[in-house]
C-alpha cells in the first residue's frame, strides 16, 4: 500500500513537470516519510480516542516537537521498527501524563539529567542529514538549551500536573533519541558530520 501510495504519487506529479532522477529520489524518500507519518498518527488518534487520551496525545506531540526541533535525533532504520517503538512509547506517555503524579525529587532530577543530556549530546544528527556547518550546530544547541529552560520556567509558574508531565516525558523521549548509546543500541552512525568532513578531506 506504502509503495502504491508513492509511485501513484510521483506519476502525478510526473504528469505537470519532468523529474530529475535526483528529484524523483527526494520525492520518495519525503513521501515515504509522510506516509509513516500520517499512518502511525492515524493509529494513534483511533486508540486515544478509544481510552480518552486525545488531549494527553495533543499535548504529548507539540512538547515533543518543540524539544526536537532543534535537537534531532535517531530515525528508525525501517519502518517496523518506526512502528514497534513509536506505538507503545507514546501511548504509555499518554497514560503517564493523565495519571502519574511526579515527586519532587524525581522531577527536578529529571530537568537536571536532560539539561546535561541536551548540553552533551544536542543536536544529534542523522546519515541522511548531517549537521554539517559548526555554526548551525552550535545555534542548534543552544536552541534545544533555551527550549528547555523556557519550558522549566513555564513549568515553575504554571504548577499544572498534566502539563509537567507531558513535558517530562517528552524531556526523556528526546534524551534518548540524541543519545549516543541509542545510536549504538539500533547501530546508527552518530557525529555523522565528522563522516561528512573526513570524506572532504580524503578529496
Same mark, same amino acid.
Do not use: D, M
Given at each position: 500500500m506504502k509503495k502504491a501510495f508513492i509511485n501513484n504519487s510521483i506519476?502525478?506529479?510526473? !504528469?505537470?513537470?519532468?523529474?530529475?532522477?535526483?528529484? /524523483?529520489?527526494?520525492?520518495k524518500y519525503g513521501l515515504e516519510g509522510f +506516509? &509513516?507519518?500520517?499512518?502511525?498518527?492515524i493509529v494513534l488518534l483511533i486508540i !486515544?480516542? !478509544?481510552? &480518552?487520551?486525545?488531549?494527553?496525545?495533543?499535548?504529548? /506531540?507539540?512538547? +515533543?516537537?518543540f524539544f526536537r526541533l532543534y535537537g534531532?535525533?535517531?530515525?528508525? =532504520?525501517?519502518?517496523?521498527?518506526?512502528?514497534?517503538?513509536?506505538?507503545?512509547?507514546? /501511548?504509555?506517555?499518554?497514560?503517564?501524563?493523565? +495519571?502519574?503524579?511526579?515527586?519532587p525529587f524525581i522531577e527536578n532530577t529529571l530537568w537536571l539529567l536532560g539539561f546535561i543530556s541536551f548540553l552533551l549530546f544536542a543536536p544529534a544528527d542523522t546519515k541522511n542529514r548531517p549537521l554539517?556547518?559548526?555554526?548551525?550546530?552550535?545555534?542548534? =544547541?543552544?536552541?534545544?538549551l533555551l527550549i528547555l529552560i523556557i519550558s522549566y520556567i513555564i513549568n515553575y509558574y504554571v504548577n499544572n500536573q498534566e502539563l509537567l508531565n507531558a513535558t517530562l516525558y517528552a524531556l526523556i523521549m528526546?534524551?534518548?533519541?540524541? &543519545?549516543?548509546?541509542? +545510536?549504538?543500541l539500533f547501530k546508527a552512525p552518530y557525529n555523522n558530520y565528522k563522516a561528512y568532513q573526513k570524506g572532504l578531506n580524503s578529496v
Open positions: 506519476s502525478l506529479i510526473a !504528469t505537470k513537470q519532468s523529474l530529475t532522477k535526483l528529484q /524523483i529520489k527526494k520525492l +506516509y &509513516n507519518l500520517a499512518t502511525k498518527l !486515544t480516542i !478509544t481510552f &480518552n487520551l486525545l488531549k494527553e496525545l495533543i499535548l504529548l /506531540i507539540f512538547i +515533543y516537537s534531532f535525533g535517531i530515525h528508525a =532504520k525501517k519502518s517496523w521498527q518506526c512502528w514497534l517503538t513509536t506505538i507503545p512509547i507514546y /501511548i504509555g506517555g499518554c497514560f503517564f501524563i493523565k +495519571y502519574q503524579v511526579v515527586s554539517i556547518h559548526e555554526s548551525k550546530r552550535k545555534k542548534a =544547541k543552544f536552541l534545544s528526546e534524551s534518548i533519541v540524541i &543519545n549516543p548509546l541509542t +545510536y549504538k
